[in-house]
């Protein structure tokens, strides 16, 4: 089974400087893994996702994420934030049971500041 | 193509009364899931169709939810009677490329409260 935790509840940037969200998984064997972001009043979006293909992994909006087994992390960055990232992004791992339903981290707000 | 359709998108009950929440799903995809997400949390599964079959309701509290897909196409999900703690976003989110079962689409969730 593979779970996944988010390291941090809130997270404040300026416009403009780099972006770092931490996301730690826990699995016996090569996960796949995503990130998916949340605005307000609107549904949940697929950021990226690792399928073991390639340990970068480009998304949408700018972002990427880096999967590192040494380190068990699955980090989501972006080099320059903007306004409009302002959300709740979830790290997102397969859950243990039967079918293909995900098992969402607590989530990270981000808050982005002029 | 059209997203995943839910409604209502807003519905305020008091404790012990019904409500029903649809969910139309991206046409053709033939896996449909409900998720809860309490405010501050992430989306917890409650039930996942394939087609109209159930594959997972491990964590449907059934004595008071029920959910359903006839036709395998749109679902209900119903709560009856309806507790403080049901107070929630309910998302339905849908599935179904080829060799991408994960890849999930999410409606813009119906947010219940309980009074």
């Known amino acids: 089974a593979q779970s996944v935790t988010q390291l941090d509840s809130h997270v404040s940037v300026s416009e403009g400087t780099p972006v770092l969200l931490r996301c730690n998984y826990s699995s016996s064997y090569s996960p796949s893994l995503f990130w998916y972001v949340q605005h307000p009043n609107k549904g949940l979006q697929l950021l990226l996702k690792?399928?073991?293909?390639?340990?970068l992994v480009k998304g949408i909006n700018g972002f990427e994420a880096e999967f590192k087994k040494s380190e068990t992390s699955f980090h989501l960055t972006k080099p320059s934030a903007h306004m409009s990232d302002a959300a709740e992004y979830f790290c997102v791992a397969p859950s243990a049971g039967s079918g293909y339903a995900l098992n969402f981290g607590k989530g990270t707000s981000l808050l982005v500041t002029p | 193509e059209a997203g995943v359709a839910q409604s209502p998108r807003y519905k305020i009950i008091e404790k012990r009364q019904s409500v029903a929440f649809w969910c139309n799903p991206i046409s053709g995809h033939a896996t449909l899931y409900w998720y809860q997400q309490i405010l501050g949390q992430g989306p917890k599964l409650l039930i996942q169709?394939?087609?109209?079959?159930?594959?997972?309701d491990s964590q449907l509290p059934k004595d008071r939810f029920s959910a359903e897909r006839l036709k395998g196409v749109d679902s209900t999900l119903k709560i009856q009677p309806a507790k403080l703690e049901d107070s929630a976003v309910y998302l339905c989110?849908?599935?179904?490329?080829?060799?991408?079962?994960?890849?999930?689409?999410f409606g813009p969730g119906t947010r219940l409260t309980v009074t």
């Open positions: 989110a849908s599935s179904g490329r080829q060799g991408a079962p994960y890849e999930q689409y």
């Open positions: 690792y399928t073991s293909a390639a340990t």
């Open positions: 169709f394939q087609n109209n079959g159930v594959v997972d």
